[in-house]
Structures are given as C-alpha cells and as structure tokens.
C-alpha cells in the first residue's frame, strides 16, 4: 500500500494521488460508464434435473434467441459445476458426453465459471484429483470456490461444515484446488443488505405488508451487524459491508473470500430458488440497488423449477425482463460472479495518478504494487475501469507503463461529469 499523499504541483502540472480522490478532478468511477450498480446472479446448480433444463437455463438469460420462456434477455449471466452427485441431479460425471462437452463450452466461454464444491458423493481427496485431473486435461480454468449443502469438500468449517482445506483429512483438497487455480472462495455468508460496497443499510428489509416474517428478518440482520461489530468472527464480513476480503484457508492458503446477497423479505433462505425469484428481482430491490450504488452477488438456485419442459415460469421470466431493462437501458452492468469478482478487486487494488496540464490529461495505472505475482490482476480485471476526467479529448492512459490504445470517450453520466474507459468486452455464449 502506498502511503497517503497530497496532491502536489510540479512545474506547471498538477499531480492528484489516488488518496486524494475528493479533491482530484480525475476520479475513479465505481462502475463503468454508464452504469450505476452491477449484479452478478450467483446460481448454484443444486437440483438441476438435467443438462437440458440447464442449458435451456443459460440460453434464456445469454442470448436474445427463442426459447421455451419466450425471447432471450441478453444478459450476461455465469453459473456452477459440481462432479460426484446423485444421478437424478446434472453434474458433470453424471451427466453424458454431449452434458460434458456443453459444461467444458461454457466453462471456456466464461459462463461456467464456479466450482460447487466437488458434490454430496465426492468424499476423498482422490475425488477432487479425479475432477481437477480431467479439468486440466481440457484446458478448462476455474477461479472460483462455492461451499455447497454439506458437502465434506466445503472450505468453511461451521455453517458449511466443511473438510477440505483441514490438513490430515481424507477430504483435504486445498492444496490441489489453489494450485489449480481457485482464488475466490464463498464460504457460506449471505445478507439480506441490498448492496455491497456501500455501508450496511437495514432501510428496505422490514415490509409492512408481511410485517412478522420481515421483522424478523430485519432483526436476524440486525443481530449479525451487531456481532460483527462486537468482533464476531463469522459475521465480521458483515459490518464493512464489503463483497469481498482478503483472508486464508485452514491450512495458511490465501484466497479472496466473498459475501452474496439474497434480499427477499422473508430472509436470506427465502425465495433463492428459480421458481421464485420472480419475487427477488423487483423494481423495488433492482431500483434500491441503484440508488444506494451497490455491487451485489444474488445468491441462488435456478435449476430448482417446477417444470422440465419451460424452466422458468411467468413471475421468474418477468423478473429477469426487469433486469434487462435495466441493463439495457444502462442502469444496472450485469455480469458473471469472476468477471465481478475481478472487478471489484481492480477498483480496490490498483494504484492510479492522474496527472493533468492546460493541454493533456494522462493517468498512468500501476497494477504492481501490493499482490504476489500468483494473484496480479489481469488484463481482463480492469475491463470498463471509468475515470472522470475535465476533458476526455486530451485524456490518455497507460497500465504497468504501457500506453492504452483505445481509451473510450464518454458523454457527460447522471451526475453531469463526463469519463474515459476502458472498453468492457461481452462473453461470447458458445453456440451449442
Ligand atoms: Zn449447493
């Protein structure tokens, strides 16, 4: 971490530091331009009859083609694999070729992109070899860790009641998972709090037309923010509010943990299922999110449905049409859990200094600083990374040094200051 400076003055330049934002007139945006919020719907695929419904699944929220719901929504949404489960449910073993071949397209393409730990079956650290082996064998790269149910191979030891990073226990894996590549874990904390990233509001929980079940959970909520002010160890990611932090596994390995958000006011284990999140996604939660400039991980299941044939039902379709508009219309950037996960950490993690004279702008980013070479940003961390600037004509940048081609000039935002960016590449859904 860079110690704090002042602005300062050299010759006729003025040099702003990142810590001095408030005063700079090159300011990092939180999102990118144009977007006020970002959302990745964090699903795990518990209960997913088959690869059909699954695929189905991800063919309506990526693409605009026509499917058993209607129209697609364009959207850019991720979702989870898992290896050993029981045969009624899609994982990768159970699945047949084609299954397997369709989860290691969308794992390249970048909409696989968590692991849901190695399954309820997966036992041993050979199950988890036997998974990582055949992973590595296609060239297929996962990042990101998701405790599931009970599962012995989960990393968190209380609410997930887990093994698999407990040296000496036949279910240890953290070695070979972090090797492999698994940098970001969720270890089963979950909030009821529209928006991360900004303090902790409890406003908006409580609805007097279900006044029993939400004061309850607005009281539940209430409690965690309190333990975690009072040094609560399993609820400390609580009071900073923040999607993610730096932490380590049982056996010394560090990761990113993150937090999800499942806001329904019938509490965080309410309404996080396909069937219902018709319920989640409304105007009320998408537009409060908004206001309050959040970053949320929506944690569910969508593969948990009612019907085989059209996965999602009307309330569900409804619900995910609200979130394309607001994505189309440039309110809400949704996208994959890694792609926000690696977002996130760019905002916190670079150090920048815009440097500005009377005929030019430039603003020089270091991604160097503070992480291991293991765990540097990449490339595609700083996607859509917004700053305003005075004048976006005489603006240029360079990253590590290196001089950035084709910095994007934008219009005056909702708050009158126009912006550079970097340009915010789609995923590119595979085509069968
Ligand atoms: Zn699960």
């Known amino acids: 971490m860079n ?26 945006r939180d999102f990118p331009y144009p977007y ?3 959302l990745a719907i964090c699903s795990d695929l518990d209960e997913t009859p088959n690869r059909h419904v699954y695929w189905e699944i991800m063919r309506f929220l990526n693409t605009a083609d026509t499917t058993p719901m209607g129209q697609g929504v364009g959207l850019e949404v991720g979702n989870t694999i898992y290896f050993d489960m029981p045969s009624n449910q899609f994982a990768y073993w159970n699945t047949d070729d084609a299954g397997r071949e369709m989860a290691r397209a969308l794992i390249r393409s970048g909409h696989i992109d968590c692991l849901h730990s190695y399954g309820d079956l997966a036992t041993t650290r050979q199950h988890a070899g036997r998974a990582l082996d055949e992973l590595a064998r296609h060239d297929c790269k996962l990042q990101v860790w998701i405790d599931h149910g009970t599962a012995v191979t989960n990393f968190d030891p ?26 970001y874990v969720w270890r089963g904390r979950v909030t009821s709090v529209v ?13 007097r037309r279900h006044p029993i079940a939400s004061g309850r959970t607005w009281l539940k909520e209430f409690a965690k923010q309190l333990l975690a002010r009072t040094g609560n160890a399993k609820y400390a990611m609580h009071g900073p509010n923040e999607t993610f932090r730096s932490t380590f596994l049982r056996d010394g390995r560090s990761v990113h943990e993150f937090m999800r958000c499942s806001p ?18 409304t105007a009320e939660i998408l537009d409060r999110l908004v206001e309050r400039g959040g970053t949320c991980f929506l944690y569910t299941h969508l593969g948990k449905i009612d ?5 999602f039902n009307s309330g569900a379709v409804e619900g995910f049409r609200r979130l394309a508009e607001m994505f189309h219309n440039g309110r809400i950037l949704v996208t994959t859990t ?12 670079i150090t920048w200094v815009g440097i500005e004279d009377d005929d030019h702008i430039r603003i020089a980013i270091d991604t160097r600083s503070e992480s291991p070479r293991s765990d540097r940003l990449s490339e595609a961390d700083l996607a859509g990374l917004t700053f305003y600037v005075s004048d976006p004509e005489i603006t240029s940048m360079t990253i590590d040094g290196r001089d950035v081609p084709h910095l994007k000039h934008n219009e005056p935002d909702h708050t009158g200051q126009a912006s550079v960016s970097l340009d915010w590449p789609t995923l590119e859904f595979p085509k069968s």
């Open 3 to 28: 110690p704090p400076r002042d602005h300062y003055s050299q010759g006729s330049q003025t040099i702003f530091m990142r810590d001095q934002r408030q005063a700079s007139q090159v300011v990092l």
């Open 36 to 38: 006020r919020a970002m």
């Open 158 to 183: 209380d609410i997930m009641h887990g093994h698999g990073d407990e040296i000496g226990h036949q279910a240890y894996h953290a070695d070979l998972t972090t090797e492999y590549g698994i940098k």
């Open 195 to 207: 928006g991360q990233d900004v303090p902790a509001r409890l406003e908006g929980i409580w609805d």
């Open 264 to 281: 329904h006011w019938g509490g965080v284990s309410s309404c996080e299922e396909g069937r219902a999140i018709g319920e989640v996604l």
């Open 307 to 311: 019907d085989v044939k059209i996965p």
């Open 338 to 349: 890694r792609r926000l996960l690696g977002y996130r950490r760019a905002t916190r993690q």
